[in-house]
């Protein structure tokens, strides 16, 4: 787990994060110090050195544990890009269904369905972060601007009349087309079909330079 103490069986000994490993160190020297100099009445200099000593000593026990981001998941992905992915895709997937109870009725059930896709989505990126090396443009640029554009679209919805209605039903027609891209990314998750992955990540893409 990142964060948390870990074992490395084959090396041996603890691995930590470095600020962690730093004070376990620390405070191995400082109680060996006390222990030398008071108990023990060790001159100075050599209750130091000997707590120096074990200082070092313990970091060479206590191995680091690399941070999120030098811990690679799979090629080019690792565990800080799978959590940013995760988190995009949570953070999106709230806020599309909090859409459905502001939705025009024609669109109640849209926002949910794109919400409970995305989630799947997120799941199958648990599952197997390669998926992310074929969805880094479309979490990072594309899913933004899906999720805006569906909230400036329900705000409009919502005040729109006369010649207004006519722009606002077309934008709705383009929102309801993002859904089958979802399903199809979905199944494309689902199939380890990363080429058909790549490829509707891009009529996404394309959809919402169109819009």
């Known amino acids: 787990m990142a964060g948390g103490a870990t074992t490395d069986r084959d090396a041996g000994g603890f691995m930590l994060p470095e600020t962690s490993r730093q004070i376990v160190a ?10 030398l100099y008071i108990p023990l009445s060790l001159v100075f200099w050599l209750a130091l050195l000997l707590s120096l000593a074990v200082y070092a000593a313990a970091l060479l026990l206590i191995r680091r544990q ?4 030098e811990t690679m998941l799979t090629d080019g992905v690792s565990e800080a890009d799978l959590h940013q992915a995760l988190a995009a895709l949570a953070q999106s997937s709230n806020r599309l269904r909090a859409l459905e109870a502001r939705a025009p009725v024609s669109d109640r059930g849209l926002f ?15 599952d197997d ?3 992310l ?3 880094r443009r479309f979490l990072r640029h594309d899913l933004p601007r899906l999720v805006e554009t569906s909230e400036s ?9 006369g010649d207004n ?5 077309r934008l709705g027609e383009r929102i309801r087309g993002f859904a089958p891209v979802l399903e199809r990314i979905d199944q494309a998750c689902l199939e380890n079909d ?17 819009r």
Do not use: C, N, W
Request: hydrophobic share 45%; glycine share 4%; no cysteine.
């Open 26 to 35: 620390g405070l191995a020297a400082a109680v060996s110090f006390l222990l």
């Open 66 to 69: 690399p941070p999120p981001s």
């Open 112 to 126: 949910d369905q794109m919400a409970d896709l995305l989630q799947r989505i997120r799941q199958h990126h648990v």
């Open 129 to 131: 972060p390669r998926d």
């Open 133 to 135: 090396r074929h969805t």
């Open 153 to 161: 679209y329900v705000d409009l919805a919502s005040k729109a009349a």
């Open 165 to 169: 209605l006519e722009r606002v039903a």
């Open 194 to 210: 990363f080429l058909k992955l790549e490829v509707e990540a891009e009529v996404l893409s394309g959809q919402l330079e169109s």
